[in-house]
């Protein structure tokens, strides 16, 4: 049986129909960490230099405002600016590609770059920081006071927790087996069994050197497991005995540092070229890659590792190599060059601001674990990093420049330069010809009695903030 519906009432149900889709607030949106970091590094500055003049907070010509992504995706009087995840709709890609409709920005096209670089963040979805609004950006205040976002969570002192009880204590062999233990059986879960000696041994190894277990490390196991003398009555006891010299013997190997080297580099972004079109070598770029590994095979501690990084060329007794008595500490603030370079840039110093934000944002990322770039446009909004502390970083990097330092024991430099004195001395008078290069008053001193490891020779200039390597990456310089 049908039933015939009265025409005003499908007229009504089409209606809603109809107007549904505008009158529903658009669901709220999580976007990744990559997403809001090419949003504050790549779009946001392209939105502020070029379109918030006339369309900002105080003037929004044809009613749009582009300091939102609420507003960009309300738009103006000719509807949405932006239908996020779809470039084709909406007339703002159009407008920067000078489209039939608009043409903006009106006193110039965007450069190629700039107009790949919106459309694809309009692809992407319009990532947008959540707290980031219009009126936000109209009152230019931070949402909460500096004394506030220091009371985040991760700028509080560590403190030590109280180790939740367990039903089942036999299970517990540390205090941080409760934690783990609790969250189990608060789920109705129970732990695996214990792993059999070859399968911990296997895991060892590849967690510490990447490689499967050397043929010499299983048979020094079996006969470890075959000896009574290492065995008791509690299995995790003869298991740590079984193993003990095997993870001293891979903590000792030189693979261990050359395993674990590869993730500090990932986050220095370690590369041996410069990347961009024509990708040009740099040279020695493999001194800092050894001397992490180096390193790491040292059990360098891990805040002489920092200072290294950051100041590695102002250390007073700089840490030296045993082998060949080589400068060490210099070479760690090499990371700093490490970034992507162009061959000639067009724009010289918009060049050189990339490279500085560059190594803000790998230096803050490195060893603070925070994003200090988003700084560069504004305060952050949640914790304490404010625009005036990004540019004061910024400024230390940019009076610092890139020099070439000798790391090398200089007591062979300084005897070679004992020795052209020497011969110097020897010269006939003045006006005779004479093949032996004249020495300078510093060599003299550096060679009566200098023995820093950081003197530097008449071909160095003056280093400060370097972490050069030989004749390779090197440092800044005042």
Known sequence: MTMKLPLAFVALVSLMLFVQPALAAEPAVE?????????????????????????????????????????????????????????????????????DTYKMPPRGKLPAEAIATLTEWVRQGAAWPKEATGDDVKSNKPEVSYDE????????????????????????????????????????????????????????????????????????????????????????????????SQLSALLSSPRYGERWARHWLDLVRYAETCGHEFDFELPEAFEYRDYVIRALNA?????????????????????????????????????????????????????????????????????????????????????????????????????????????EDPAARHAAIRELIALKEKQPPVGHASRVPAVSTVDKASASGNNSSTTKSPVDATSRHAGSVPHGIAPFND
């Open 31 to 99: 976007f990744s960490a990559e997403q809001l970091e090419f949003f504050e590094k790549k779009v946001r500055p392209l939105l502020v230099t070029h379109c918030r003049e006339c369309h900002g907070p105080d003037k929004q010509k044809g009613g749009l405002r582009v300091d939102s992504r609420a507003a960009l995706v309300k738009g103006g009087e000719s509807g949405a600016a932006i239908v996020p995840g779809k470039p084709d709709m909406g007339y703002f890609v159009d407008a920067i590609n000078y489209g």
């Open 299 to 407: 059990d360098v501690p891990y805040d002489q590792f920092v200072v290294e990084h950051i100041a590695g060329d102002l250390l007073p007794q700089p840490r030296l190599n045993p082998r060949d008595n080589s400068n060490e500490s210099i070479i760690g603030t090499g990371f700093y060059f490490l970034g992507e370079g162009k061959h000639s840039p067009v724009d010289i110093r918009a060049d050189e601001c990339e490279r500085v934000d560059n190594q803000i944002d790998v230096l803050s990322k490195t060893f603070l674990g925070l994003t200090l770039s988003c700084a560069r446009c504004h305060d952050h909004k949640f914790d304490p990093i404010l625009a005036r502390d990004y540019y004061g970083l910024a400024g230390f990097l940019q009076s610092s420049r890139f020099d070439k330092v000798y790391v």
């Open 149 to 244: 976002r220091m009371q985040h969570w991760s700028f509080q002192p560590i403190q030590a927790p109280t180790p939740p009880p367990v039903k089942d204590e036999s299970w517990i062999r540390s205090p941080i087996d409760r934690f783990i233990l609790a969250k189990l059986e608060a789920a109705g879960l129970k732990p695996n069994p214990p792993a059999d000696e070859a399968v911990l041994l296997r895991r060892m190894s590849l967690d510490l050197t990447g490689l499967p277990v050397e043929e010499k490390l299983k048979a020094e196991s079996r006969k470890l497991r075959e000896n009574p003398s290492t065995r008791d009555s509690a299995p995790f006891s003869s298991q740590l005995s079984a193993f003990a």
